[in-house]
């Protein structure tokens, strides 16, 4: 059971090229989730999507979107990077029908725009 | 509003045990977690608590909810070397058919021999 699977690990972009983050589930859950982590401002939502075929903004949204391809899948895509994307970004998913409604989280994409 | 604080630092020395405090905003909060980061890696479910309930333990961990102050605390006792990570604190709630928890900025806990 892998659970919330992230690609790439690492990336080194330059400012103005676009990539796309991958993340997929085998939890079988509903709802995923992408945050971004900078030094001392702890996790920021960037978009979520409650189930699949839909999708929100989250606190920090602007630069990127998202698409959720299937259950499994959730992307976020930065059309045109920017030194202020630099950051650690991750996926998570949820169901919500769990006893704790907690997230699982993958381990990571750290990002680098120059 | 919604907001989860808690402090950026904490040392101690291995063996002694680690209190890590946590306040939160929303009373309505069906669940207060606890994750851990360690170095390099994403955030692992440490440990939860029902809201309606005062305490937690599990091993050497235990959780103490005041709902009335809306502080959280987790604490570590016979802290090793291992448990060297940031902390952080969320609150959660079911919203909109998703979800939601609000993180709090983490704690970095240092332990020093």
């Known amino acids: 059971n892998a659970g919330v699977t992230q690609t790439p690990k690492f990336q080194v972009l330059k400012t103005g090229q676009s990539m796309t983050l991958q993340c997929a589930q085998d939890m079988n859950h509903n709802s995923m989730y992408w945050y971004r982590q900078d030094p001392g401002m702890g996790l920021r939502l960037i978009y979520y999507s409650a189930s699949e075929g839909t999708t929100d903004k989250g606190e920090v949204p602007n630069g990127y979107n998202v698409s959720r391809l299937n259950k499994r899948e959730f992307s976020l895509r930065l059309e045109s990077a920017a030194p202020s994307q630099t950051s650690v970004y991750f996926c998570?998913?949820?169901?919500?029908?769990?006893?704790?409604?907690?997230?699982?989280f993958g381990s990571g994409t750290r990002l680098t725009v120059v | 509003g919604e907001d989860v604080e808690q402090s950026l630092f904490l040392s101690v020395r291995e063996g002694d045990s680690s209190v890590i405090n946590c306040t939160y905003t929303?009373?309505?909060?069906?669940?207060l977690y606890w994750y851990k980061q360690e170095p390099g890696a994403g955030l692992q479910l440490l440990t939860y608590i029902f809201s309606n309930m005062d305490m937690k333990q599990d091993q050497r961990l235990t959780v103490l909810l005041n709902k009335k102050d809306k502080h959280l605390s987790l604490r570590i006792a016979d802290t090793q070397t291992g448990d060297s990570a940031i902390y952080f604190c969320a609150e959660g709630k079911a919203s909109g058919g998703y979800n939601k928890l609000i993180f709090g900025a983490g704690t970095r806990l240092a332990v020093h021999p």
């Open positions: 929303d009373s309505s909060s069906t669940y």
């Open positions: 998570a998913s949820s169901k919500p029908q769990t006893s704790n409604y907690g997230y699982t």
